[in-house]
């Protein structure tokens, strides 16, 4: 009883720590985006953790990004011996599984397997992308409550942190917003500036207007492939099924419909 | 046609449609059942309810199925069917050259078939746009970039091989390329979506039209920008029209984009038919207004009547030089013929 109490709490910190792993191109947690199938804790405490991508097809360096942070934060459990990161059903399955348990170090493998890519270029480049799109969602929450431009600009940290900021997503993505202030050095006293650009700089506020419209840009971009990525994974495996009655067609997006190999519930 | 609320007749070119075989029959491999479940994911995630399909006919459907969705109960006027090979996936290609004219042949006022060439086969692409030409009299090609080839994983249109199929392209008056550069993910470059090479082959062939299907996305602002430079890059909205349903104001943001800096007249309506029927996403496009915050961002632009018509069919008929009016007689000298079923 006690051991498997104990296994349950452990299978939560894993659930936990996966959490911290986002798509890199999506800037969402990997657990939102549901793509996590399956987590498993042997009695000498190895863990296995299968994830799924929404298509066969997705970039294989984010598979790659996404299998080696999965590894780092289980790993980085005190209590974890030994791990095995399983993507599935991906045209590249194999050698992503092969990399990431291989032992050998990220970047090496990375480079290999993705064109001569160098992974600290491809991991600022995606931390961009993420930081406009938080910052547009803060921002966009201070012109609701009313703020101009020219306050906006001007805010420092310290002011930042003690809004209450308007709307949901300004909401969700604040946080996140403050953490990569943080982790990327660009703001850390009260006293720096809450809106840098991403290279350090000032925006002035009479050029706020072009700022959120490059801003926009890259949420477009990211909306596309977020909007895609939660149908898709949702309707893999998924049919249409046609009744005796005529085409009973169904809402896919609620998920009414069992994947394909699951039994039907009853006579059908 | 598309006849509008209040009467008025709208000339539609659906800029890219399909007739492909992904049938268990004609897969190869592994690839190409995930290639055409792929497709399929996009047509049950983004397709109204009561426009889903069952799979068997979702992975090859009739040349009486095409006729009467895009022309009988869709109100196309005209499609262009643009061929994607797969051949490394499919026995006899998913989109097959002869099997499209075939199919077009009993329709020719209506249809406009497109080409399909592998530069990395060298000398022998060559000869294959030759073929093409003499053949079919092409008018323009579909590239797929990312098409899988031995151990290669995906070309780019300013490779030097590339560049000799699209001199001889010019050449031989074969005048648009479609280009896919959507939501596809192989090759394994550092940025998989890279529009950089649109840019090269747009500036060293400044009398082919580039036409970019799927506008970009999810490269939009880059498209955006190497679009305002060249001017003979267009924006095919294939894939980005069904937002208009499932998420209508992201669909706004896109079209706010488009017109603010590609412009109402290289914009081309595209329904990606089998993975979309046009009926529905034009029907939504003619009632659809970009919401007034998004539109007071870039400039006040608007979808007007006159905009949504170019966008239909009168930007992509210039292209492919055809006199819409002379069409429109045509066309209502032949009118629809339901098959008798």
Known sequence: MLVAQVMAECELEVWDCLSAVSDPELDEPITDMEFVQAVEISDDLAVRVDFRLPTYWCSPNFAFLMAFGIRAQVMSLPWVKDMTVTLMDHCLGDEVNEGVNSGRPFHEIFAEQCGGAVLKEVVQTFMAKAYDRRQEAVMLGLRAMGRSDAEIVGMTLGTLRHLNVAGAEAQRQMPRYLEILGVQGLARGDSDPAFPTWDGGRIAAADLPAHLGRLRATRINMEFNGALCRGLGKTRYKEVEIGPDGPTLVDFIAGRVPPRDMPKPGPH | ?341
């Open chain 2, 1 to 341: 046609m598309y006849k509008t609320p209040d009467g008025k007749e709208i000339f539609v070119l659906d800029g890219h449609t399909h007739f492909w075989d992904g049938s268990p029959e004609n897969q190869s491999n592994v690839h190409g059942k995930q290639f055409i479940d792929c497709f399929y994911a996009y047509h049950t995630n983004l397709s109204p309810e009561d426009q889903l399909w069952e799979k068997s006919k979702f992975e090859k459907y009739s040349e009486e199925d095409i006729y009467r969705d895009l022309f009988v109960d869709g109100p196309d006027d005209m499609a262009i069917i643009q061929t994607t090979v797969l051949r490394d996936f499919y026995k006899t290609g998913f989109g097959c050259l002869k099997r499209a004219n075939d199919m077009a042949a009993r329709h020719p006022e209506r249809f406009i078939v497109n080409g399909s060439f592998d530069p990395r086969d060298g000398e022998k692409a060559l000869e294959y746009i030759h073929w093409m030409k003499e053949t079919y009299d092409i008018s323009g090609v579909k590239m797929y970039t990312a098409e899988w080839n031995g151990d290669s994983k995906g070309w780019a249109l300013n490779d030097p091989a590339a560049y000799k199929c699209f001199e001889l392209c010019e050449k031989l008056g074969i005048k648009n390329i479609h280009v896919h550069k959507g939501p596809t993910i192989i090759p394994l470059s550092k940025d998989a979506f890279s529009v950089d090479d649109v840019d090269y082959a747009a500036t060293d062939f400044q009398n082919l039209n580039w036409i970019v299907e799927h506008c970009g996305l999810p490269r939009l602002d880059d498209f955006c920008w190497i679009a305002t430079q060249e001017t003979n890059v267009y924006a095919g909205l294939a894939v980005a029209m069904p937002f208009i349903h499932s998420r209508p104001r992201y669909f706004g943001e896109i079209m706010a984009e488009l017109l603010w800096w590609v412009g109402e007249d290289k914009i081309l309506f595209g329904s990606d038919y089998a993975i979309w029927t046009p009926q529905w996403l034009v029907e939504k496009f003619w009632a659809y207004q970009i919401p007034e915050d998004i539109s007071a961002e870039r400039g006040g632009v608007q979808l007007t009547d006159a905009v949504k018509e170019k966008i239909l069919g009168l930007n992509a008929a210039k292209l492919y030089g055809i006199d819409v009016e002379a069409k429109k007689k045509q066309l209502a000298g032949a009118p629809v013929q339901i098959a008798a079923e």
